[in-house]
């Protein structure tokens, strides 16, 4: 009996046990998935298509909208220059002081949201660290957008170099010394070796920034201050409009987040699948 057969036989199940654990499965995602987001759309819709775009249209609301998108956009790019920088550093060179940076890059996982956001208060607050130079230059870091940005690339800033790290590892570093003893230098063998062969977690690492820098909560929620029209996001205006009892324009600041949290699903499955296609031919 070969290796391959007394695996395939000690992972066989029977038809029976697929069929439960699919069932199981399916209806994990039925109650904890399908069914929070067709409460959150039907809410939304509940008195008609004139409401929910008169919810969207509101100014707080437009406002929350570009902050939220101004955010990303800001953080997002950091987290990339950030997340290629260390995974590069982490998985083709060895020096000294490279489990510590490993470790400092998963310290937003381990660190609460809230804690965060503190700590950028405690730093740039008005009885922070640097909180009487930055009111004596006039400079606003904390209940501004400074702050939010701050926040936001903190709490995200794992999730590209976390995608890369393994990747870049497995692939090794045998490409790029052939490159550079074939005379190409430092950038083009960046761009015309690595690039290429990590494009794919790349663009995995960067949907899942964007989905959570678009979605962050709780250190925004400490750093922003609540103030309406300037420096609440979407999930910080939905919060707002849920506790002032406005459930449906709530429901519909919320239905466009799922929204884009669908898009950022669809996109990546496309890049899934796009990658797949790349591997076969």
């Known amino acids: 009996m070969t290796d391959l057969t007394r695996k395939r036989i000690a992972t066989a199940e ?8 699919i069932a199981l499965a399916l209806l994990f995602l039925f109650f904890f998935l399908v069914l929070p987001l067709a ?14 775009f008169d919810a969207l249209k509101e100014p707080d609301a437009w406002s929350a909208i570009r902050l939220t998108l101004l955010t990303a956009a800001i ?12 995974a590069w550093a982490i998985a083709k060179h060895d020096f000294r002081g490279k489990a510590l ?37 006039y400079i606003r870091i904390v209940f501004a957008v400074p702050g939010i940005v701050l926040a936001t690339v903190f709490v995200t800033f794992p999730f ?16 790029e010394e052939a490159a550079i ?22 663009i995995y690492g960067v949907i899942l920034c964007n989905a959570r820098a678009m979605g962050e909560f709780g250190a925004v929620s400490v750093v922003s201050g609540h103030i309406r029209g ?8 939905v919060e707002i409009l849920y506790n002032e009892y406005q459930s ?7 239905s466009l987040l799922a929204l884009l949290a669908l898009a950022t699903l669809a996109i990546k499955s496309a890049a899934q699948w796009r990658q797949e296609l790349d591997e076969t031919t």
């Open 14 to 21: 029977s038809p029976g046990v697929r069929r439960a654990l």
């Open 75 to 86: 953080a997002v790019p950091l987290n990339l220059v950030f997340g290629i920088a260390a």
């Open 39 to 52: 409460a959150v759309f039907t809410q939304a819709l509940s008195k008609g298509l004139d409401a929910y």
């Open 230 to 237: 300037q420096t609440n996001t979407m999930p910080l205006h």
């Open 101 to 137: 940076l490993t470790t400092l890059i998963d310290l937003p996982f381990s660190v609460s949201p809230v804690v965060a956001g503190l700590i950028y208060v405690l730093v740039f607050g008005a009885q922070g660290w640097f909180g009487p130079w930055l009111a004596a230059h």
């Open 181 to 202: 003893v074939l005379g190409a230098t430092g950038w083009q063998t960046f761009r015309h070796v690595t690039l290429p062969n990590i494009k794919w977690g790349l």
């Open 248 to 254: 449906v324009a709530a429901f519909s600041v919320a």
């Open 160 to 175: 590209i170099a976390r995608e890369l790290i393994p990747l870049m590892q497995a692939q090794g570093t045998e490409e």
